[in-house]
C-alpha cells in the first residue's frame, strides 16, 4: 500500500455538523431543545447517537419510547450505511448543519432494518470486511486473522481510534509486488435519483494491457448516465466522503485511501445543483 497517510488521517476524522430536532409529533413533557452534534463520517448513525437519544428521552414519557429511528426532509436514514455516504447522498448541497429530526414512533418497516443492539452494527460491519477481502484477496488475508484482530477492526470503529484500527485494517489494504493492485475492487455506487439500493459488480483495478483503471473508467463501465457525454454538460455530481474526485484518479488508489472502515468505495451519485 503506497503510504498516503495524511490521506487516511483526513479521511477518518471527517466530522458533519448536525442538528438533532424531535419530530413534532412525538408527545413530550416539556419543550425538547435541539441536540448538536459533530458526527464521525465513517461511523454509523445507530453507534454515535447514545448522548442523542438520551437528551430527548429526558422530555419524553417513557410509555411513548420505543426503537428510535432518524430522518431528512422525509427521507428515513438507514443505519447500516455510513454516516459520511448518507449525507453525500442525501444532503450534500444543503447548508450546515445538517438538521436531522429524530423519531421514537412508528418505526417505517418497508424503509428500515431493526437495530436492536450494537452486536447487530457489528455483525453488518464484519460482513462487509469479509466481502471486501473476498473481492480483494480471495479472502485470504481476513480468513488469517485471528478473533482478536476482527475485534480490533471494530472496537477501533467503535471508538474513533485511528491507529488501533489501521494496525490491523492495513494488512487488508496490501498485496503483493506482482499484483500490483487487488484482484477486484469493492464499491458501491449510490444514486439519489433512483430507488435501487446501490450497483456492485466485478472490476479489476488493472486493465488487461497493464494500466491502471481510473474512476472515469469504472463509471463508464458500471453507471455511464454519471459520466459527461464529450459534448454535453456534466448534469450530476460524483461524491466520495463528501469531495468530487478527478475522473483520472486510478480505481486501486481510491480504494486503498478513500474506502470506508468496511473496505468498500461508497461513490454517491447526486444530481448538480442548477443555480
Not at 408527545?27 to 454515535?48: D, M
Not at 430527548?56 to 417513557?62: A, T
Request: aromatic share 12%; net charge negative; glycine share 4%.
Amino acid at each position: 500500500m503506497t503510504d498516503d497517510k495524511d490521506v487516511l488521517r483526513d479521511v477518518w476524522f471527517g466530522r458533519i455538523p448536525t442538528c438533532f430536532t424531535l419530530y413534532q409529533d412525538e408527545i413530550t413533557e416539556r419543550e425538547a431543545e435541539p441536540y448538536y452534534l459533530l458526527l464521525p463520517r465513517i461511523s454509523y448513525l445507530t453507534l454515535v447517537t447514545d448522548k442523542v437519544k438520551k437528551h430527548f428521552q429526558k422530555v419524553m414519557r417513557q410509555e411513548e419510547v420505543s426503537e428510535i429511528w432518524f430522518e431528512y426532509e422525509g427521507t428515513p436514514l438507514k443505519w447500516h450505511y455510513p454516516i459520511g455516504l448518507l449525507f453525500d447522498l442525501h444532503a450534500s448541497n444543503t447548508a450546515l448543519p445538517w438538521s436531522i429530526t429524530v423519531h421514537f414512533k412508528n418505526f417505517p418497516e418497508k424503509d428500515l432494518l431493526h437495530c436492536h443492539s450494537k452486536d447487530v452494527i457489528e455483525a453488518h460491519f464484519m460482513a462487509c470486511i469479509k466481502e471486501a477481502d473476498a473481492l480483494k484477496h480471495k479472502s485470504q488475508v481476513i480468513n488469517e486473522m485471528q478473533k482478536k484482530d476482527h475485534k480490533q477492526l471494530w472496537m477501533g470503529l467503535q471508538n474513533d481510534k485511528f491507529e488501533q484500527f489501521w494496525a490491523i485494517n492495513r494488512k487488508l489494504m496490501e498485496y503483493s509486488p506482482e499484483e500490483s493492485g487487488f484482484r477486484y475492487i469493492p464499491f458501491r455506487i449510490y444514486q439519489a435519483t433512483t430507488e435501487r439500493p446501490f450497483i456492485q459488480k466485478l472490476f479489476r483495478p488493472i486493465a488487461s494491457g497493464g494500466q491502471l483503471h481510473t474512476l472515469g473508467d469504472l463509471l463508464k463501465d458500471v453507471c455511464p448516465s454519471a459520466v459527461a457525454p464529450e459534448d454535453g454538460e456534466q448534469k450530476t455530481q460524483v461524491m466520495i466522503h463528501g469531495i468530487e474526485p478527478m475522473l483520472e484518479t486510478p480505481v486501486q488508489w481510491l480504494s486503498e485511501h478513500m474506502s470506508y472502515p468496511d473496505n468498500f468505495l461508497h461513490i454517491s451519485i447526486i444530481p448538480r445543483p442548477t443555480d
